[in-house]
């Protein structure tokens, strides 16, 4: 009796299929992966020019703060103030004024430390 050989054409036709699909996965994922380090390269080539930035800015800050509370004594128990409730509505206005620059001042570190490399 002659036996028939076996026609292995389709599980060979399979396999280099699901060998076709692999490398495009690889090439894929080695695709993205130097993508995502191209951009983490460029954001650490600019990270220390954004932390002068934000050094510059949270140093005017300071500068703003320190001046406020020179500013707010000068108003609040200055000449022009006559009672104790046009005072407080002056410690409130300042006081206003140095929250929302603290607030600034926290966004911004913020950011930076969010988009550290």
């Known amino acids: 009796m002659e036996t028939k ?13 699901l060998l076709i699909l692999v490398l495009g996965s690889n090439l894929y994922t080695i ?13 650490a080539a600019t990270y220390s020019e954004r932390v002068v930035a934000v050094q510059e800015i949270l140093d005017d800050h300071r500068e703003l703060l320190a001046n406020l509370m020179t500013d707010y004594h000068e108003d609040a128990y200055g000449e022009n103030v006559d009672r104790i409730a046009e005072q407080q509505l002056v410690a409130t206005e300042y006081q206003l004024l140095a929250l929302q620059a603290i607030a600034l001042q ?12």
Request: proline share 8%; hydrophobic share 45%; aromatic share 10%.
């Open 5 to 17: 050989p076996r026609n292995y054409s389709a599980p060979l036709w399979l396999i280099v299929i």
């Open 31 to 43: 695709f993205t992966t130097y993508q995502a380090n191209q951009i983490e390269s460029q954001r």
């Open 106 to 117: 926290n966004g911004l570190v913020i950011e930076l430390l969010a988009a550290a490399p």
